[in-house]
């Protein structure tokens, strides 16, 4: 407690002094006007920092190693710093997106055409795995092995976790979940948010409701995978960073406003 006192003690009063430092990235983000944002600092003391790609962003996803980004026409590749490394056509609408386990981007689905992807250093694979007919809509997808995708579905009022193989399209396993509204992979897991609050589903099949401190039955309309530890999780009127302990009792942090102007990705703050 003394050290992260410290810590934020040491980087405002850096700021005050208008010193030239170099804020360590702890999140990326799209904000509710469909900025690309970051947020910089230590969580006691984050400042919220446009990113340099001025285009309007429809979904993002970031673990700290690399991140995606969807616009109107494009998908783009980020990389660590969250500046864009590799970038190619894609489809108009919404994008939903999984990594694989050394944390490089894996799939990408796309709502408009239902189909899963998958995303390589040149782009996406031929031959992409379709949904249409299967479910009316999917919230959240996983590579859940080399072969395998998982994925949150809704069917008419049932909701469940669905395992399939990718080349055949053949549904492997079918778990039924209860009704939510937004759903994200984290790792093996799934986070679902519903009415009262958060979920997590592990890849074991066990629910258990989490205790944030922070009051969600206001309704959350958005999970985003950040940075490698972390979500956003947005509200009506405002966000948090939530970060799950080795305790596994979830970490909040208030995120402050966006930012309304762009900064070079890298400068520093």
């Not at 479910?135 to 995708?149: C, G, N």
């Not at 069917?155 to 395992?163: K, N, P, T």
């Not at 969600?216 to 972390?230: F, I, Q, W």
């Not at 509200?235 to 102007?261: C, K, N």
Request: no cysteine.
């Amino acid at each position: 407690m003394r050290r992260t006192f410290l810590v934020t003690a040491l980087f405002s009063a850096a700021l005050a002094a208008g010193q030239s430092i170099s804020a360590p990235l702890v999140a990326v983000f799209r904000d509710d006007s469909q900025h690309l944002q970051r947020a910089l600092g230590v969580p006691e003391a984050l400042t919220v920092r446009a990113a340099s790609q001025p285009d309007v962003v429809w979904n993002s996803s970031f673990n700290g190693k690399s991140g995606i980004v969807k616009t109107a026409t494009q998908i783009r590749i980020l990389d660590e710093t969250g500046a864009v490394a590799n970038s190619f056509d894609a489809p108009e609408g919404d994008a939903l997106f999984a990594f694989s386990g050394n944390g490089s981007p894996a799939l990408v689905f796309f709502a408009s055409t239902g189909d899963v992807w998958r995303v390589t250093a040149d782009g996406l694979q031929d031959s992409p795995m379709p949904t249409v007919g299967l479910f009316d809509d999917v919230l959240a997808i996983d590579e859940a092995s080399a072969r395998d995708v998982g994925l949150v579905a809704r069917s008419g009022e049932d909701f469940f976790i669905a395992r399939m193989n990718f080349n055949t399209g053949e549904i492997i396993t079918r778990a039924t979940l209860p009704a939510i509204t937004v759903a994200i992979a984290i790792g093996p897991s799934f986070l679902l948010a519903d009415e009262r609050g958060l979920l997590l589903r592990s890849a074991a099949g066990q629910l258990t409701r989490l205790s944030t401190g922070v009051d969600l039955s206001r309704g959350v309309h958005a999970l985003n995978r950040v940075s490698a530890d972390r979500v956003r999780i947005a509200l009506q009127d405002e966000s948090y960073l939530m970060r799950l302990s080795s305790s596994g009792i979830p970490e909040m942090t208030r995120l402050p406003a966006a930012a309304a102007t762009a900064a070079p990705l890298g400068a520093q703050q």
